[in-house]
């Protein structure tokens, strides 16, 4: 004798199967939306980002951090190598780079020593 035990959902329960799968759809739908959203606006960043790297060159100091270096500025202040150029010049080296090559200052850069301007030029 087989006892054939049959349970019915009723109506309540898959109508609470069908809102529960719904509600997780509409999760799934929010999260992707979300994720659309952030990588727009990474792409937006990024471009504007990279429309400010194109203004920037390298080697260029603005004044902003001309101000805390002690570096004059105005309009002669791109003719002034920063203090670690000059340092570099005076003491050579980093002892962790002694191969490192350093460029002579350009003929018409101003640069301090002893308390006095000297104009830099190729003899």
């Known amino acids: 004798q087989t006892n054939n035990v049959t349970v019915e959902k009723s109506d309540s329960d898959e109508k609470k199967s069908y809102a ?3 509600a997780a759809e ?8 979300m994720e659309d959203i952030e990588e727009e606006e990474r792409e937006k960043g990024t471009e504007k980002l990279k429309a ?3 203004e920037k060159k390298t080697g260029n100091l603005t004044d ?4 805390p270096l ?10 002034v190598p920063p203090p670690w150029f000059i340092a570099l010049q005076r ?8 191969s490192l090559k350093i460029a002579p200052i350009p003929e018409g850069y101003l640069f301090r020593q002893s308390k006095r301007i000297c104009r830099s030029s190729k003899k």
Do not use: V
Request: aromatic letters at 8%; charged letters at 30%.
């Open 20 to 22: 529960i799968g719904k």
């Open 64 to 67: 902003e951090l001309r101000i």
């Open 70 to 79: 002690g570096m004059p500025t105005g309009s002669n202040a791109d003719k």
């Open 91 to 98: 003491y050579g080296p980093l002892p962790s780079y002694p």
């Open 52 to 54: 400010k790297l194109k």
């Open 26 to 33: 509409l999760e799934r739908f929010k999260a992707r939306m």
